[in-house]
């Protein structure tokens, strides 16, 4: 089923997108639980029941809001309309395995099994993987961080599997290498993994929804990120070789 021709009368290729764009944006400005149907079909200038022509209901419209925050325009694979209200548990299983594909930076996860030469180039890899996949979904980040306090399954998901799970990762590789050495001492390993991942999350997502923003270019803010990271815990060269 394509898009009607009553939804978009001058430019119906873009449709798709569009709905996307602006129920993200909405469910980001109001939370999954104020939002409504109404409030999407207002942001785009239509009726309510026009947004009903491509979606079932509010859940099947936050359902593809979370599928398609971060997809390139114009779709590649554009989903079959009207989508319908996914099944029980759809929604969350869809999450979780974007979560578990994308959650832990290579270079950290296999940092156990390693014993790197180079700390501070390996500690410059994990910060600047973190960063570019937070970057790359960045709308879908923001929206569900918005929106997990109003459904509590995906607060779950979200603030304890996700989150909790990088940063015991993170900590644990941060207490690994101070212990030999290689790395600066902290007072908490886990305090300093906390540090790096909301600095990151923060320069790489949050900012652009800053009420007042700092007009910075992303490679600035990246690179920016990755030199304070590693300035502030990679030993210097003479204390590195002496380790």
Known sequence: M????????????DRPEKLVAAATRVFIEQGYRRTQVADV???????????????????????????????PTPFANPPKLPVPTPRAGATLRFVREKLASNRVPPTLAAAARRRPRDVAAELEQIVCELYDVLAANRWGIKLIDRCAPDYPELASLWFVGARGGLM??????????????????????????????????????????????????????RASVVRFVVGALAPEKAKEKAA
């Open 2 to 13: 394509k898009w009607s021709a009553s939804m978009a009368r001058r430019s119906p290729e």
């Open 41 to 71: 079909a207002a942001a785009l200038g239509v009726a309510k029941g026009t947004i009903y022509l491509a979606v079932e209901s509010k859940e099947a419209l936050f359902d593809l809001a979370l599928r398609y925050a971060d997809a």
């Open 168 to 221: 015991d990762l993170l900590s644990d590789y941060l207490a690994d290498r101070i212990r030999g050495r290689r790395l600066r001492p902290v007072p908490d390993a886990r305090v300093a993994a906390r540090l790096i991942i909301e600095t990151t999350v923060y320069w790489a997502v949050h900012r652009h929804w800053d009420a007042h923003p700092q007009t910075v270019d992303e490679g600035v803010a």
